[in-house]
């Protein structure tokens, strides 16, 4: 988070990767579970919970608004709902800290609230786009006062009407913050999407008894509904795993499992895409696991990659791997292509532009594009990249560094605990070289 005290990394090669490692619990699960438990009626149990910076900042949200939460284990939380009318007014501005998501959901359950509120972030977070759930709340007769359509958010509690909603960008953020408004609003509310996004809203929705209506690319719920408590098991993420998949494929000699991986199917695109390059994956189906959001074991095994034209309809099904993928790209035989994937400039930092110039001081050759880069594969060489306060650029520059010829200094890591704290000891343990630099 912004207060978070500056830190860099040295990461450098040290040998084939091996072992098994289990990454933390998934972060947009860990939101809307700590969201949906705080709103329904009775006590619900969360497992697999992500203790990260930013899942902890929704909780600490709610607990402002008057919902008990205890923390009897590491990722579990027991939480005492308070129901959809019990949230009580904050006694101050409410602080999402770096987590884009937890913002834009709030906003959509705060616009109904009986109360206002004023919804704070952190130095990147304060730069990120609002407008996408500030005008459709807006339509559904929301309140809410931004600079520019920048955080902070100033919301002035009002009743909603529901809406019939086309997104104009795929994004599982603003589905969510319409829905989770929905829940308050008069009538029916119900979104579109260009195409297929995340859909850990409408399940949990659907687990506390909401009755909602989805499937790909839309869904739609009836207003004045009431949750009701449960027990949940939260995955663990594909997006923290997706740093080891890379690493693994790219390091020579590596075989790394990787134990018990969330493969929601509009998450797991850089499977596909890594696949498509010469990657070699196996996925084992965790018995048990449901079939549209299993669980697998993943084998990891190095393999020579060659670049590609990434397919523009998977870009939305890897959006948070973009990190991973350029880097993998820049270790691959030939050129790759990515495009439509504009959204990456609004992310924690700029990623194309971040990327783009951490490549470049590594010896790639890469271009940007409005919506994309062009990445010409070659050899990795050692030097200092910027992560920008980036967790996933942090982590992505670490695995570069274990196929770089000489160290590489990542500057400013502190926000890889916002996502994956503890990255850096699990890396290590499975054979990345990685350690903190001295300042
Ligand atoms: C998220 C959705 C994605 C993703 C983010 C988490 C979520 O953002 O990039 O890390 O939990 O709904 P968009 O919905 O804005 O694409």
Same mark, same amino acid.
């Given at each position: 988070?912004?207060?978070?005290?500056?830190?860099?990394?040295?990461?450098?090669?040290?040998?084939?990767?091996?072992?098994?490692?289990?990454?933390?619990?998934?972060?947009?699960?860990?939101?809307?579970? *700590?969201?949906?438990?705080?709103?329904?009626?009775?006590?619900?149990?969360?497992?697999?919970?992500?203790?990260? &910076?930013? =899942?902890?900042?929704?909780?600490?949200?709610?607990?402002?608004?008057?919902?008990?939460? &205890?923390?009897?284990?590491?990722?579990?939380?027991?939480?005492?709902?308070?129901?959809? +009318?019990?949230?009580?007014?904050?006694?101050?501005?409410?602080?999402?800290?770096?987590?884009? =998501?937890?913002?834009?959901?709030?906003?959509?359950? $705060?616009? #109904?609230?009986?109360?206002?509120?004023?919804?704070?972030?952190?130095?990147?977070?304060?730069?990120?786009?609002?407008?996408?759930?500030?005008?459709?709340?807006?339509?559904?007769?929301?309140?809410?006062?931004?600079?520019?359509?920048?955080?902070?958010?100033?919301?002035?509690?009002?009743?909603?009407?529901?809406?019939?909603?086309?997104?104009?960008? %795929?994004?599982?953020? *603003?589905?969510?913050?319409?829905?989770?408004?929905?829940?308050?609003? +008069?009538? +029916?509310?119900?979104?579109?999407?260009?195409?297929? =996004?995340?859909?850990?809203?409408?399940?949990?929705?659907?687990?506390?008894?909401?009755?909602?209506?989805?499937?790909?690319?839309?869904?739609?719920?009836?207003?004045?509904?009431?949750?009701?408590?449960?027990?949940?098991? /939260?995955?663990?993420?594909?997006?923290?795993?997706?740093?080891?998949? *890379?690493? %693994?494929?790219?390091?020579?000699?590596? %075989?790394?499992?990787?134990?018990?991986?969330?493969?929601?199917?509009?998450?797991?695109?850089?499977?596909? !895409?890594?696949? @498509?390059?010469?990657?070699?994956? &196996?996925?084992?189906?965790?018995?048990?696991?449901?079939?549209?959001?299993?669980?697998?074991?993943?084998?990891?095994?190095?393999?020579?990659?060659?670049?590609?034209?990434?397919?523009?309809?998977?870009?939305?099904?890897?959006?948070?791997?973009?990190? !991973?993928?350029?880097? !993998?790209? #820049?270790?691959?035989?030939?050129? =790759?292509?990515?495009?439509?994937?504009?959204?990456?400039? /609004?992310?924690?930092?700029?990623?194309?532009?971040?990327?783009? @110039?951490?490549?470049? @001081?590594?010896?790639?050759?890469?271009?940007?594009?409005?919506?994309? #880069?062009?990445?010409?594969?070659?050899?990795?060489?050692?030097?200092?990249?910027?992560?920008?306060?980036?967790?996933?650029?942090?982590?992505?520059?670490?695995?570069?560094?274990?196929?770089?010829?000489?160290?590489?200094?990542?500057?400013?890591? !502190?926000?890889?605990?916002?996502?994956?704290?503890?990255?850096?000891?699990?890396? %290590? +343990? *499975?054979?990345?070289? $990685?350690?903190?630099?001295?300042?």
């Amino acid at each position: 988070m912004s207060g978070a005290a500056r830190q860099d990394w040295v990461a450098g090669r040290r040998g084939p990767l091996t072992g098994t490692l289990r990454v933390p619990g998934d972060k947009s699960v860990s939101h809307r579970a *700590v969201m949906l438990a705080a709103l329904a009626d009775g006590i619900s149990r969360i497992e697999g919970f992500l203790e990260g &910076e930013d =899942t902890r900042a929704t909780a600490s949200v709610f607990a402002r608004m008057g919902v008990r939460f &205890e923390a009897p284990a590491a990722g579990v939380r027991i939480v005492h709902g308070v129901g959809v +009318d019990g949230l009580r007014a904050p006694d101050g501005p409410l602080d999402c800290g770096n987590a884009g =998501t937890a913002m834009r959901l709030l906003a959509g359950v $705060l616009s #109904a609230q009986a109360f206002d509120s004023v919804l704070v972030g952190d130095a990147s977070l304060s730069r990120r786009p609002m407008r996408r759930v500030i005008d459709p709340l807006q339509q559904m007769g929301a309140r809410i006062a931004s600079s520019d359509g920048l955080p902070p958010l100033r919301i002035h509690g009002a009743r909603l009407h529901g809406i019939d909603y086309r997104l104009p960008v %795929a994004s599982a953020q *603003v589905k969510s913050a319409l829905l989770l408004a929905g829940l308050w609003a +008069d009538g +029916d509310t119900c979104v579109h999407e260009p195409h297929p =996004t995340r859909d850990y809203t409408e399940r949990m929705l659907r687990a506390f008894g909401v009755a909602i209506d989805y499937a790909p690319g839309t869904a739609h719920l009836r207003g004045g509904q009431r949750l009701r408590a449960c027990e949940l098991r /939260v995955p663990t993420d594909f997006s923290s795993a997706a740093f080891f998949i *890379v690493a %693994a494929t790219l390091v020579p000699g590596s %075989a790394l499992r990787i134990e018990r991986v969330g493969m929601n199917p509009r998450r797991t695109g850089l499977l596909q !895409a890594l696949r @498509a390059m010469g990657a070699d994956i &196996e996925a084992h189906a965790v018995d048990g696991s449901d079939r549209d959001d299993a669980v697998a074991d993943l084998v990891v095994r190095h393999a020579p990659l060659h670049g590609i034209d990434l397919p523009v309809e998977i870009v939305p099904d890897m959006i948070d791997e973009f990190p !991973a993928l350029f880097v !993998a790209a #820049a270790c691959a035989t030939g050129t =790759t292509v990515v495009r439509g994937a504009a959204e990456l400039r /609004v992310k924690e930092s700029d990623r194309i532009a971040t990327m783009v @110039a951490g490549l470049r @001081a590594l010896g790639i050759a890469c271009e940007e594009s409005a919506d994309g #880069a062009t990445i010409h594969g070659g050899r990795l060489r050692g030097g200092r990249v910027d992560s920008h306060g980036d967790h996933r650029v942090a982590m992505a520059f670490a695995v570069a560094g274990q196929r770089a010829d000489g160290d590489v200094r990542i500057a400013d890591v !502190a926000n890889v605990a916002t996502s994956f704290p503890g990255f850096d000891a699990l890396a %290590a +343990d *499975v054979g990345f070289g $990685l350690r903190t630099a001295g300042l």
